[in-house]
């Protein structure tokens, strides 16, 4: 079992910055991928980047440039952190784990871009 605590959403004007954290029960390098994806009200929850196990990034193309996925000091933590934000990137994000092929999710945080 493997639960994941996300923190630091929150209300940020456009053009803001804020940085997600998502605290892991066990050591994120025994996860074949963790990522962060959100969902805004009415639309399906989208991959918003990933990193694997040997370190490999990959981001939506709507976050390129502008988000980070990183690991944290600690082994159990990965970071996103967020930059030039916009008020479409307003949504629930939540973390995730693949743990021997069975995803796990955070409770997810409330991010919230004004105009």
């Known amino acids: 079992q493997v639960q994941l605590v996300e923190s630091g959403g929150g209300l940020v004007q456009a053009g803001g910055s804020l940085r997600l954290s998502c605290a892991a029960s066990?050591?994120?390098?025994?996860?074949?991928?963790m990522g962060w994806y959100r969902q805004a009200p009415g639309n399906q929850r989208e991959l918003v980047a990933a990193?694997?196990?040997?370190?490999?990034?990959n981001y939506a193309d709507s976050v390129k440039g502008r988000f980070t996925i990183s690991r944290g000091n600690a082994k159990n933590t990965v970071s996103l952190q967020m930059n030039s934000l916009k008020p479409e990137d307003t949504a629930i994000y939540y973390c995730?784990?693949?743990?021997?092929?069975?995803?796990?999710w955070g409770q997810g945080t409330q991010v919230t871009v004004s105009s």
């Open positions: 995730n784990a693949n743990y021997y092929n069975v995803d796990y």
């Open positions: 066990r050591s994120i390098f025994t996860f074949n991928a």
């Open positions: 990193i694997t196990s040997g370190g490999s990034t």
